[in-house]
Nanobody
């Protein structure tokens, strides 16, 4: 499966953005999809995941309550809606997909087989 991430941009603190991860090649619903982010000089960090088939979601604590990950199976796309953005959300955001993840491995970037290119999110204060 090939992934394309887009939707980033330059916004002000408190604004919202919706990131998209579009898949081609195979039905996306059979994949667990994760969003990760990487700020300059930092390690890649797990943000959220949506589990294959069940659609159960998982979030890092710093975005929980202000972000929603969801999928549109018709459009073969997974979205990350981010609200009340903060300057510390500034990073390059990546989407990733895998079919063999166990629940405990969802935050681990090494568990994902497929990656999209990043999309830059910059939040100004």
């Amino acid at each position: 499966v090939q992934l394309q991430a887009y939707g980033g941009g330059l916004v002000q603190a408190g604004d919202s953005l919706r990131l998209s991860c579009a898949a081609s090649g195979r039905p996306f619903r059979s994949y667990t999809v994760g969003w990760f982010r990487q700020a300059p000089g930092q390690e890649r960090e797990f943000v959220a995941a949506i589990r294959r088939n069940s659609g159960i979601t998982n979030y890092i604590g710093s975005v929980k309550g202000r972000s929603t990950i969801y999928r549109d199976n018709v459009k073969n796309t997974v979205y990350l809606q981010m609200n009340s953005l903060k300057p510390e959300d500034t990073a390059v955001y990546y989407c990733a997909a895998g079919q063999t993840l166990i629940v405990s491995s969802e935050p681990n970037p090494n568990a994902y087989a497929y990656w999209g290119q990043g999309t830059q999110v910059t939040v100004s204060s």
